[in-house]
């Protein structure tokens, strides 16, 4: 069994910062891609950031030069770290991984955490 736990959300006034932790434990023999999702309401979810096994990352336009994706594989876990956030980045953010425990990759989702900026 595979579980993505998320932390650090909350509260931030405009042009502040957050970070966003996500580890992964349970049955982790490989992890893939890993990424940042983000769902505003009456929106679809996008993707914000994500992070190759390999350390290539890719963002979305409107976080590029904020917002840095990082992993740590030693510890299984991804890092959003979100700068000079804009009220347009209040959303609940997820994470996502794929892993494989020894047989077929799956795509596994956090359980989200919520970003609000507001003065």
């Known amino acids: 069994q595979v579980q993505l736990v998320e932390s650090g959300g909350g509260l931030v006034q405009p042009g502040g910062f957050l970070r966003l932790s996500c580890a992964a434990s349970?049955?982790?023999?490989?992890?893939?891609?890993m990424g940042w999702y983000r769902q505003a309401p009456g929106k679809q979810r996008e993707l914000v950031a994500d992070v190759s096994g390999g350390g290539n990352t890719n963002y979305a336009n409107s976080v590029e030069g904020r917002f840095t994706i990082t992993r740590d594989n030693a510890k299984n876990t991804v890092y959003l770290q979100m700068n000079s956030l804009k009220p347009d980045d209040t959303a609940v953010y997820f994470c996502n991984a794929y892993i494989t425990g020894g047989g077929p990759t799956y795509s596994y989702w956090g359980q989200g955490a919520q970003v609000t900026v507001s003065a």
């Open positions: 349970g049955s982790t023999v490989s992890i893939y891609n």
